[in-house]
């Protein structure tokens, strides 16, 4: 595994669905980059949430709202100094976070805290409709977990998992029309602001996320300054 010459940050910007996530999975895989993903840290922290605050938070998560910051900023803030601290302890990607001006101040301070200077801002552009088919399209092998896509990857035999056979899908409950447009005129309301915001610190990159998988992660380790490994 070949790991960045210095420990480094980056936080990936985009909405749900442009691929984000898999990029910092390769990145994970093969450079020992650590993935922050707030998303399904707020997931594992929601009982705990939703029980220090009575229920408007519940609702908030169902509805696929943004949560206040400060209970954002608390999760992270506790999986990166708690018991998972050790998992962190290399290059890190933010995924899903910040995502609004108060989590990157925040933010700021985290990485102060955490002795983490070099950053990089990925911003992963793609626009609406491609989001849209993307993400209501999605869904997974309820067996081995592979996913497919309604509109770009369906299993060769409908109906039959490529790899495993498996005849019965998953489809994540908030992928629905009207959460989806929630949360993306909800990114526009509240996290393009980041996008000025660190374009101001002179460190965001715009990626063409439309691309294929190869040609974006080919962007992104250029950003990075990966060099590209042998494959
Ligand atoms: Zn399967």
């Keep these: 595994?070949?790991?960045?010459?210095?420990?480094?940050?980056?936080?990936?910007?985009?909405?749900?669905?442009?691929?984000?996530?898999?990029?910092?999975?390769?990145?994970?895989?093969?450079?020992?980059?650590?993935?922050?993903?707030?998303?399904?840290?707020?997931?594992?922290?929601?009982?705990?949430?939703?029980?220090?605050?009575g229920g408007?938070?519940?609702?908030?998560?169902?509805?696929g709202n943004l949560l206040p910051d400060d209970i954002v900023v608390g999760c992270v803030r506790d999986e990166l100094n708690g018991a998972h601290s050790g998992e962190y302890t290399r290059s890190i990607i933010f995924d899903g976070f910040p995502r609004t001006?108060?989590?990157?101040?925040?933010?700021?301070g985290l990485l102060a805290e955490l002795g983490l200077k070099d950053g990089y801002v990925l911003n992963f552009v793609v626009d609406d409709e491609v989001i849209t088919k993307r993400i209501l399209g999605r869904y997974s092998c309820g067996k081995c977990g592979r996913i497919y896509n309604d509109f770009f990857l369906r299993p060769r035999v409908e109906g039959v998992c490529d790899v495993c056979g498996h005849g019965e899908f998953d489809r994540r409950c908030?992928?629905?029309?009207?959460?989806?447009?929630?949360?993306?005129?909800?990114?526009?309301?509240?996290?393009?602001?980041?996008?000025?915001?660190?374009?101001?610190?002179?460190?965001?990159?715009?990626?063409?996320?439309?691309?294929?998988?190869d040609n974006v992660s080919a962007e992104v380790m250029n950003v990075l300054g990966l060099s590209k490994k042998e494959r």
Aim: glycine content about 12%; proline content about 2%; charged content about 25%.
């Design 1 to 53: 595994m070949i790991e960045p010459v210095s420990r480094l940050w980056t936080v990936f910007l985009g909405v749900p669905g442009c691929g984000k996530g898999t990029q910092a999975g390769f990145l994970v895989q093969n450079y020992g980059f650590s993935v922050v993903a707030v998303g399904d840290i707020l997931r594992k922290n929601r009982d705990k949430v939703i029980a220090s605050d």
């Design 56 to 63: 408007t938070i519940g609702a908030l998560m169902e509805g």
């Design 101 to 108: 001006l108060g989590q990157a101040k925040a933010l700021a």
């Design 174 to 213: 908030d992928d629905n029309d009207v959460s989806l447009k929630k949360r993306l005129a909800e990114y526009r309301e509240k996290t393009e602001v980041l996008v000025g915001y660190y374009q101001d610190l002179g460190i965001l990159s715009n990626i063409d996320a439309a691309a294929s998988f």
